[in-house]
C-alpha cells in the first residue's frame, strides 16, 4: 500500500492540541506562519508520498554494501537524497544566515516524521545532519560555522555523530580514541568508533564526522573528553573537498532491519581534525547534537508507526475471511487497529509538544520552556519508538500468516524501526534520565505538567465528564507516584525508571486525546479507546515504581539462571 502523509492530523494537532500559535506569536518565528507551515507540510507531504515512499523496499531488497573501501548504496537513494537536498528540508530550522529556512523544529519534527514514515533508512541521513547542524550553531568556531553550515545546510555534506567504541557501549567516559595537537591548532585523531550512521556514501561530496576523543591532558571519564569535527576530504579555505582524510570505513554492519543505511565501523588514522567546542567539554557539545537526535528518533517510531497502521488497515479492509465481510469487521481486529491509532495518535502529539517547548524556550529564554523541553524529550524518545516497535508488531499480527511474509512489508516495518529503542541512548537510558537528572529540580517541572492536565480535566468535565475524570484521576495517581520516586534513593528510581516513564506517557497521551476529543467531537470515539482502554495501565506500571530494587536485587544471577 502505498504511504499517505498524515497532513490532516498534523493540521489538528498544531491548531488545537499542543499550540504551534503560541511558537509563531514570538518574534523569533513571527514568519511562521499559518499559511507558511501549511505550504511546507504539503510539499513535504509529496516529497514523502511520490518520491521517498518507493524507495523503502528496495533500500531493504538491495542493502548498502562495501566494495573496495567504496560505500555503495541501494537504487534510487542518491535521487531520493537529492530531492530532499534540494528541496531545502536539511536545513527547515537552521539559522538563515548560513542558508538555513528558520522555521521552528515543531515544523521540522513533522516533516521528520513523514519522511521517517515513507523511508526510515534513508531518513536517518538528513536527521543526523541537522543534529550535527545544531551542535556546530551552538559550539563552533566562527571558522568552522562559515565553511561547514553552508554544506551541511545545503545538503550537499552530510554529518554524523562518532561516540561509541568496542570497549566502551553506551559508557563514553570509557572513550579512548586520542588527539594529539599538531601545533597548528589541528588534531590528529586516532582510534576506532562503530555503529556509525551513514558513514559514507556515493552519493554526497563529503562526509563531516563529530568525533569524540581524548587530549593528551584530559582527565578521565566524560569530563576529560573533546569534540573534534574529523572531514572525510579535508577542505580548502573555499570549502573545496581537498586530499583525502585518515578516516577509512573498515566493514559495514549485517543488521536486522535498515538494510538501506550504511552503519559503519570506522578507523581514524591519524585523522585531522579541529576542536569543537573548549577542551575537555565535548559531551556538552555533543550533547546538543543528541538531544536533537532523540527528539527525531522518537519521532521515526511515530512515523513508521503511522505507516504500519496505513498498511494493516489496508489489508484488513480487503482480506476476505469468515463470511461475506473482510477482517476489518472481526472484533480483535478492531481492537488492534484501534490501539495503532489511539498510540500514534498519543506518540505524535507529545513529539510536537517537546519541539513546541524546545521552540518556545529558545524564543523566550524562559526556564519554564525549558524545563518542559528536557522533561518532555525523554518520554518522547522512549515512548514514540515503543509505540513505533508494538504498533509495527501489531500490523503483523493484523495480516496474519502473510505479514510473516516479507513481501507484504509488514515485517519490513518491524525489523527496521526495532533499533530506534536503542539509538541515542538505550529507552532504559531515557528512563533513568527522567527520573534523575530531570528531577533534580525537586518533580517541578513535572508538577507544573500534571496541574495544567488535571485544570484541562476540570474544564473538560463539563462535556466529557466520564473521560476527563478518569484523566484527572490517573494524573493525581501519578503526581503521588513522583512524589514518592523523589523520596527513593537513586537505585530505586532507576528499578522503577521505565514503567514511570511509561506511565507518564499513558497521562499525557490520555491528556492529548481529551484535548482534541474537546475541540473536535469526531476525535472522541478515539479518545475512548485511549482513555477507557490503555490509560488504566497506569495504575500497574505506577505500582512496579513503588517497589523500589530489592525485589530485583533478591535475585541473584545465579536465580536467574537456574
Same mark, same amino acid.
Given at each position: 500500500?502505498?504511504y499517505?502523509?498524515? $497532513?490532516?492530523?498534523?493540521?489538528?494537532?498544531l491548531?488545537?492540541?499542543?499550540?504551534?500559535?503560541?511558537v509563531?506569536?514570538?518574534?523569533?518565528?513571527a514568519e511562521?506562519?499559518?499559511e507558511t507551515v501549511e505550504a511546507v507540510?504539503?510539499?513535504?507531504?509529496?516529497?514523502?508520498?511520490e518520491?521517498l515512499?518507493?524507495l523503502q523496499?528496495?533500500?531493504?531488497?538491495h542493502p548498502?554494501?562495501l566494495?573496495?573501501?567504496?560505500?555503495r548504496?541501494?537504487?534510487?537513494f542518491?535521487?531520493g537524497?537529492?530531492?530532499?537536498?534540494?528541496?531545502?528540508w536539511?536545513?527547515?530550522s537552521?539559522?538563515?544566515?548560513h542558508g538555513g529556512?528558520?522555521?521552528?523544529l515543531?515544523?521540522?519534527?513533522?516533516v521528520?516524521?513523514m519522511?521517517a514514515g515513507?523511508?526510515l533508512s534513508l531518513?536517518?541521513?538528513?536527521?543526523l545532519?541537522q543534529?550535527?547542524?545544531?551542535?556546530?550553531e551552538h559550539?563552533a568556531s566562527?571558522?568552522?560555522?562559515?565553511?561547514? $553550515?553552508?554544506?551541511?545546510?545545503s545538503?550537499?555534506?552530510?554529518?554524523t555523530?562518532?561516540?561509541?567504541?568496542p570497549?566502551a557501549g553506551?559508557d563514553?567516559g570509557?572513550?579512548?580514541?586520542?588527539?594529539e595537537?599538531?601545533?597548528d591548532?589541528?588534531?590528529a585523531i586516532t582510534g576506532?568508533?562503530i555503529?556509525i550512521?551513514w558513514a559514507?556514501?556515493?552519493?554526497?561530496?563529503n562526509?563531516?564526522?563529530?568525533?569524540?576523543?581524548r587530549l593528551?591532558?584530559g582527565?578521565p571519564?566524560?569530563?576529560?573528553i573533546?569534540?573534534?569535527m574529523?572531514?572525510k576530504?579535508?577542505p580548502?579555505?573555499?570549502?573545496?573537498?581537498?586530499p583525502?582524510n585518515?578516516?577509512?570505513?573498515?566493514s559495514?554492519?549485517d543488521?536486522?532491519g535498515?538494510h538501506?543505511?550504511?552503519?559503519?565501523?570506522m578507523?581514524?588514522?591519524a585523522?585531522r581534525?579541529?576542536l569543537?567546542?573548549a577542551?575537555?567539554?565535548?559531551m556538552?557539545?555533543?550533547?546538543?547534537m543528541?538531544?536533537?537526535a532523540?527528539?527525531?528518533?522518537?519521532?521515526q !517510531?511515530v512515523?513508521?508507526?503511522?505507516?504500519?497502521?496505513q498498511?494493516?488497515?489496508?489489508y484488513?479492509?480487503e482480506r476476505?475471511q469468515? !463470511?461475506?465481510?473482510?477482517?476489518?469487521?472481526h472484533?480483535?481486529v478492531r481492537?488492534m487497529?484501534a490501539v495503532?491509532?489511539?498510540e500514534t495518535?498519543?506518540?505524535r502529539?507529545i513529539a510536537?509538544?517537546?519541539?513546541v517547548?524546545?521552540?518556545?524556550?529558545?524564543?523566550?529564554?524562559s526556564a519554564?520552556w525549558?524545563?518542559?523541553?528536557?522533561?518532555?524529550?525523554p518520554?518522547?524518545k522512549?515512548?514514540?519508538?515503543?509505540?513505533?516497535i508494538e504498533?509495527?508488531?501489531m500490523g503483523v499480527q493484523?495480516?496474519?500468516?502473510t505479514?510473516f511474509?516479507?513481501?507484504?512489508?509488514?515485517?519490513?516495518f518491524m525489523?527496521?524501526v526495532?533499533v530506534t529503542?536503542?539509538?541515542?541512548?538505550t529507552?532504559?537510558i531515557q528512563?533513568?534520565? $527522567?527520573?534523575?537528572?530531570k528531577?533534580?529540580?525537586?518533580?517541578e517541572?513535572a508538577?507544573r505538567?500534571?496541574?495544567?492536565?488535571?485544570?484541562?480535566?476540570?474544564?473538560?468535565?463539563?462535556? $466529557?465528564p466520564d473521560?476527563?475524570?478518569?484523566v484527572?484521576?490517573a494524573?493525581e495517581a501519578?503526581?503521588?507516584?513522583?512524589?514518592t520516586?523523589?523520596?527513593?534513593?537513586?537505585q530505586?528510581r532507576?528499578?522503577?525508571?521505565?514503567?514511570y516513564?511509561?506511565?507518564?506517557?499513558r497521562?499525557?497521551g490520555a491528556?492529548?486525546?481529551?484535548?482534541a476529543a474537546? &475541540?473536535?467531537p &469526531?476525535?472522541?470515539?478515539?479518545?475512548?479507546?485511549?482513555?477507557?482502554?490503555?490509560l488504566p495501565?497506569h495504575?500497574a506500571l505506577l505500582a512496579?515504581?513503588?517497589e523500589?530494587?530489592?525485589g530485583?536485587y533478591?535475585l541473584?544471577?545465579e536465580d536467574?539462571a537456574?
Open positions: 500500500m502505498p499517505r502523509a498524515p $497532513l490532516a492530523d498534523f493540521r489538528f494537532l491548531r488545537h492540541v499542543v499550540g504551534l500559535d503560541q509563531a506569536a514570538t518574534d523569533r518565528f511562521s506562519s499559518a507540510l504539503s510539499e513535504a507531504g509529496k516529497l514523502c508520498e518520491v515512499a518507493p523496499r528496495p533500500g531493504d531488497l548498502a554494501r566494495e573496495n573501501g567504496v560505500v548504496t541501494p537504487p534510487g542518491a535521487e537524497y537529492r530531492a530532499i537536498a534540494e528541496g531545502g536539511v536545513g527547515i537552521a539559522d538563515p544566515a529556512m528558520g522555521l521552528p515543531t515544523v521540522t519534527t513533522a521528520n516524521e519522511m515513507a523511508c531518513h536517518l541521513n538528513p536527521l545532519t543534529g550535527q547542524i545544531e551542535a556546530l559550539h566562527d571558522e568552522i560555522k562559515a565553511l561547514y $553550515l553552508p554544506r551541511l545546510i545538503g550537499e555534506w552530510n554529518g555523530m562518532n561516540l561509541t567504541e570497549q553506551s563514553v570509557a572513550v579512548r580514541t586520542r588527539a595537537p599538531l601545533g591548532g589541528t588534531h576506532q568508533k555503529f550512521t559514507d556514501s556515493d552519493f554526497i561530496a562526509t563531516c564526522h563529530l568525533v569524540l576523543a593528551p591532558d582527565p571519564g566524560t569530563r576529560g573533546s569534540l573534534f574529523v572531514p576530504f579535508i580548502d579555505a573555499e570549502g573545496n573537498p581537498g583525502r585518515g578516516v577509512s570505513v573498515v559495514l554492519e543488521k536486522l535498515l538501506g543505511s550504511p552503519t559503519a565501523v578507523q581514524f588514522d585523522a581534525g579541529w569543537v567546542g577542551p575537555h567539554r565535548g556538552a557539545a555533543m550533547f546538543t543528541m538531544n536533537n532523540r527528539l527525531g528518533v522518537g519521532v !517510531g512515523g513508521v508507526a503511522e505507516a504500519a497502521t498498511a494493516a488497515l489496508a484488513a479492509l476476505r469468515g !463470511g461475506a465481510g473482510t477482517i476489518v469487521d472484533a480483535d481492537r487497529l495503532m491509532k489511539a495518535f498519543s506518540a502529539a510536537l509538544a517537546c519541539a517547548a524546545l521552540d518556545m524556550g529558545r524564543a523566550t529564554g519554564e525549558a524545563a518542559r523541553a528536557a522533561l518532555l524529550t518520554i518522547a522512549a515512548f514514540g519508538t515503543d509505540v513505533g504498533v509495527a508488531s493484523v495480516h496474519g500468516g505479514g511474509i516479507e513481501a507484504t512489508g509488514a515485517a519490513q525489523r527496521d526495532r529503542a536503542i539509538y541515542e541512548g529507552n532504559g528512563a533513568m534520565d $527522567l527520573v534523575g537528572r528531577m533534580m529540580d525537586g518533580g517541572a508538577f505538567l500534571m496541574q495544567e492536565i488535571e485544570d484541562a480535566a476540570e474544564t473538560a468535565r463539563h462535556t $466529557l473521560l476527563a475524570n478518569d484527572w484521576a494524573s501519578l503526581r503521588e507516584a513522583t512524589e520516586l523523589i523520596a527513593q534513593d537513586m530505586d532507576y528499578a522503577g525508571a521505565v514503567p516513564l511509561r506511565a507518564f506517557a497521562v499525557l491528556h492529548f486525546h481529551l484535548t474537546i &475541540a473536535d &469526531a476525535r472522541e470515539p478515539l479518545a475512548r479507546v485511549a482513555i477507557r482502554r490503555l495501565e495504575a512496579q515504581v513503588r523500589g530494587a530489592d530485583l533478591a541473584s544471577p536467574l537456574a
